[in-house]
């Protein structure tokens, strides 16, 4: 039991509420990226490298041409001209994936394609356009270098070398390589599974038609999308009642490595997580001077982290990005910054906030500047459809003057302009 958390604040209140920066250093002290595990090369992009890859062979294997032409000796090519070209005799072809078997020797040139082998005794290619083939001849109207138009093996990737390190987030390119290289398996960190734990009596499963005073869950799905986004592999086996056994045996009773529970973890009557948490392992957090998402707690159970996530969609949202976040893509080897592009433009509105408190707000951009969406309670979750992004005002500013510059995190950082949309 963390001995800043007082345990039982039902219907008392939080008595003091944890600095956002030390909740969060506090969280990420209790994660550490996942074991490796074997994946595919056709399962690898965007997982995370747990182990450097070395070159295991020089990529391109062979010598090979850079352009479609004519093999030849380069040597032979010298004072070449289109006034006074030299002719070669056309002893065959390369493809790629044929090779012409034979070599080249003096006076012979090969026609080769782009890709294909340059044959022994070859040491440059012209390209198609400086040479006039006829017949079982071709004549060369410009001289070449040795080495001209020919890739040699490890030209691309030596042997030996690190390509991507440790941490690298395969990217589409990076996948590529793999296969250049004849990787069929990497290793990367294996992705947390996360438990949703999503409680309330007055909740119906999501994709449900509200009904006489039943919400439909709108957590679960936001959480699902957001723990998806953050390579975690998310899993919900149903909405859970406000009751202490059932909420209780959801939390203890999975494999998870995370477990998220919405709802129910502030200080009401119906608020069980905080004390079950408390009871069967350690509550760290409980309260976190935060707006919206106050009621925010974080403990670990039987080793897995558990975070307490306000049921107010909004709150949901932010907490999750705040504190959950960062824990489950630390666990998968991903970045603990916030997975949002930024741009920073000036404030239409002053927004205020109290010192102390890390200030979660919605925000518009309209013709270059960051208009704060007015209707910004937690339970308004509109308010973040409408919003273009966020601004976080941190605990030691009690706000921002108009015109100030802020950085926006944008919820999408390739809005169409309006041109694209037509
Ligand atoms: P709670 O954190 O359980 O006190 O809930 C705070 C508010 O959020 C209440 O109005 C709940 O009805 C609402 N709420 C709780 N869970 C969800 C959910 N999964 N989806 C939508 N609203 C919710
Ligand atoms: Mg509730």
Redesign the pocket.
Known sequence: MGNDVDVDVRMRGFSRRMEVAAARSLILSRCSPLEPCPVPLAEAWDRVLAVDVVAPRDVPPFRRAAMDGYALRAEETFGASSYSPIEFHLVGESLPGAAFEGSVGTGEAVRIMTGAPVPDGANAVVMAEYARETDDRVAVMEPVPPGKNVSEPGEDIRKGTVVLKAGRRLRPQDVGVLSSLGISEVLVHRRPRVRLV???N??LPAGSEPMGHK??????VILDALVRRDGGVPDMPGIVPDNRDAIEQAIVQNDADVILV?????V?R??HAPLIVASRGELLVHGVAMRPSS?TGFGVVEGKLVFLL????VS?LAAYDIFAGPAIRRMGGRSTRLPYATCKLPLARKITSALGRLDYVRVKVEEGKVEPIATSGA?ILSSAVFADGFVLVPPDSEGFPPGEDVLVYLYDPTPLPAADNE
């Open positions: 999503i409680t309330g007055e909740l919400i439909v869950d709108a957590n679960s919405s709802g129910g973890t502030s009401g119906e608020d009621p306000p049921g107010n969609p949901c339970s």
